[in-house]
């Protein structure tokens, strides 16, 4: 019991003694003591000290050598206090002012990176997306040579799959709804933007599948005409995924439609 008491109270003292030093520093009016005790506290990990000493020392030491460095640790201070909006502004801010900084390479990136880090997941507004991958691909073409680089590109590969993915799933919705000409029109989009994606059969199929929904319940006057845009669906499809396990289903469709098409030539 005695132990933890003491133990209790050697907090205390060195909490006090912590909190006494640190309002002798705020209050002090040296500003390379301030400067010097900022980065101090900055290397130890101790932001939030770190932080108001900053502010107050960029006013004084803007335009300057150590202007600059102080506004890199402020930019710094945010993004480790996970402030992210504030600190991709302050980055995009600090590679402008000096762009010939040694740090203006990293500030650039850890802009974009901060970006990337505001970028929600897939069902929500991609907005922040589509600004991370402006700012990394701007960063690719201002420095082409950088050891960044490969970071870079898996960012750009990850924040590129969130929008793929959500294109794909806003196609699937209108689908599952039964709006086929919207789940089309999605499809046939998505198809022409992601030529390369992983779900490129399932929207090729989803397409023809659409088309097929859609001919196959439509008003008379549309009907020849979407029965036929089916029909060359169905012929894009098995000519991309030949061996496709929906290969059945799609046949069975277009026999469905050779079937309305007979009909159609019939009755006119």
């Known amino acids: 019991m005695n132990r933890l008491l003491s133990l209790v109270l050697l907090s205390l003292v060195l909490t006090f003694s912590s909190c006494t030093e640190y309002r002798k520093v705020l209050k002090s009016a040296d500003m390379q003591y301030k400067y010097d005790m900022a980065l101090s506290y900055y290397k130890d990990g101790k932001f939030t000290k770190a932080y108001p000493l900053l502010e107050e020392l960029y006013i004084v030491y803007r335009g300057t050598e150590k202007g600059e460095r102080i506004a890199y640790y402020q930019a710094k201070c945010d993004f480790n206090l996970e402030a992210y909006l504030l600190?991709?502004?302050?980055?995009t801010q600090f590679?402008?002012?000096?762009?010939?900084?040694?740090?203006?390479e990293e500030a650039q990136f850890l802009a974009a990176f901060c970006q990337y880090k505001m970028s929600p997941k897939w069902s929500l507004d991609q907005t922040d997306t589509q600004r991370a991958i402006r700012s990394f691909q701007l960063f690719t073409i201002d420095h082409p040579n950088s050891s960044r680089i490969d970071s870079c590109?898996?960012?750009?590969?990850?924040?590129?799959?969130?929008?793929?993915?959500?294109?794909?799933?806003a196609a699937q919705l209108f689908f599952k709804m039964e709006n086929?000409?919207?789940?089309?029109?999605?499809?046939?989009?998505?198809?022409?933007?992601?030529?390369?994606?992983?779900?490129?059969?399932?929207?090729?199929?989803?397409?023809?599948?659409?088309?097929?929904?859609?001919?196959?319940?439509?008003?008379e006057e549309k009907k020849l005409e979407r029965i036929e845009a089916a029909m060359e669906a169905y012929i894009n499809f098995v000519?991309?995924?030949?061996?496709?396990?929906?290969?059945?289903?799609?046949?069975?469709?277009?026999?469905?439609?050779?079937?309305?098409?007979?009909?159609?030539n019939n009755v006119s």
């Not at 600190?87 to 980055?91: E, L, Y």
């Not at 590109?153 to 793929?164: A, I, W």
């Not at 069975?252 to 050779?258: A, S």
């Open 180 to 219: 086929y000409r919207a789940a089309q029109v999605a499809f046939d989009n998505f198809n022409q933007n992601y030529p390369s994606s992983q779900f490129k059969e399932e929207a090729w199929f989803l397409e023809y599948k659409a088309g097929y929904l859609l001919a196959a319940n439509s008003v």
């Open 153 to 169: 590109n898996n960012l750009l590969d990850e924040l590129r799959y969130k929008l793929e993915y959500k294109e794909f799933r």
């Open 239 to 264: 000519d991309r995924f030949p061996e496709s396990k929906r290969l059945k289903e799609a046949e069975t469709h277009y026999e469905d439609l050779q079937a309305l098409l007979k009909e159609e």
């Open 95 to 104: 590679y402008k002012n000096y762009p010939n900084s040694a740090f203006k």
């Open 87 to 91: 600190a991709s502004h302050r980055f």
